[in-house]
């Protein structure tokens, strides 16, 4: 069955970029929607956005202006990029698959997700 | 953005237990509501979607209702695998938003 894998540093300095990679095996990246979403330590859970496998984005508002989501199908893998982080930002950062829906030749986002990566810290400090 | 609120925020059960736990929407999301299980240390997993269709593979003592604003998600027989804490996550609209988790414990 499909896995996903975050990867990427575990300690980001305060207004650097943090940049991670999720990649997906057991299946293809295509024809699915994909979505980031984080989780500061003992909090709940805050969508950062998605992407579908053609490349079009969703961004949550709240930090759209800091956030890069991007998609390389031929190595089956997403990124995403947020930038100037602070404290605030120190989460455990998940990827996670939606499998979308097709109607009349437009697909669209279910906006549930399963499954999910095993998620990655991130913790942003000097 | 939609906000979603759950209650109780956390609850004390025993095996056997059957466990009802509420969500609600700050608006009608009609049926886009889905809930997810979080142990810890681990990724949250899938148990309901669309308000009250059970996802391949999550055992049957879970089950999910409601529409519009209301909505609830029932153990019907509370197992020592269900202590963890249960999310429920609006689809409604983007930004996807999620409610701020009930944690189900042993009394």
């Known amino acids: 069955q499909v896995q996903l894998q975050e990867s990427g540093p575990g300690l980001v300095k305060p207004s650097e970029t943090l940049s991670l990679t999720c990649t997906v095996s057991g299946g293809s990246i295509r024809s699915y929607y994909w979505s980031w979403i984080r989780q500061p330590p003992g909090k709940g859970l805050e969508w950062i956005g998605f992407i579908y496998y053609t490349g079009s984005t969703n961004y949550n508002p709240s930090l759209k202006s800091r956030v890069t989501i991007s998609v390389d199908t031929s190595k089956n893998q997403l990124s995403l990029k947020l930038t100037s982080v602070t404290a605030a930002d120190t989460a455990v950062y998940y990827c996670a698959r939606d499998k979308g829906y097709c109607n009349g030749g437009n697909c669209y986002p279910l906006n549930w997700f399963d499954p999910w990566g095993q998620g990655t810290l991130v913790t942003v400090s000097s | 953005d939609i906000q979603m609120t759950q209650s109780p925020s956390s609850l004390s059960a025993s095996v056997g237990d059957r466990v009802t736990i509420t969500c609600r929407a700050s608006?009608?999301?009609?049926?886009?509501l889905n809930w997810y299980q979080q142990k810890p240390g681990k990724a949250p997993n899938l148990l309901i979607y669309?308000?009250?269709s059970l996802q391949s593979g999550v055992p049957s003592r879970f089950s999910g209702s409601g529409s519009g604003t209301d909505f609830t998600l029932t153990i019907s027989s509370l197992q020592p695998e269900d202590f963890a804490t249960y999310f429920c996550q609006q689809s409604y609209s983007t930004p996807i938003t999620f409610g701020p988790g009930t944690k189900v414990d042993i009394k």
């Open positions: 608006q009608s999301i009609n049926s886009y």
């Open positions: 669309a308000a009250s």
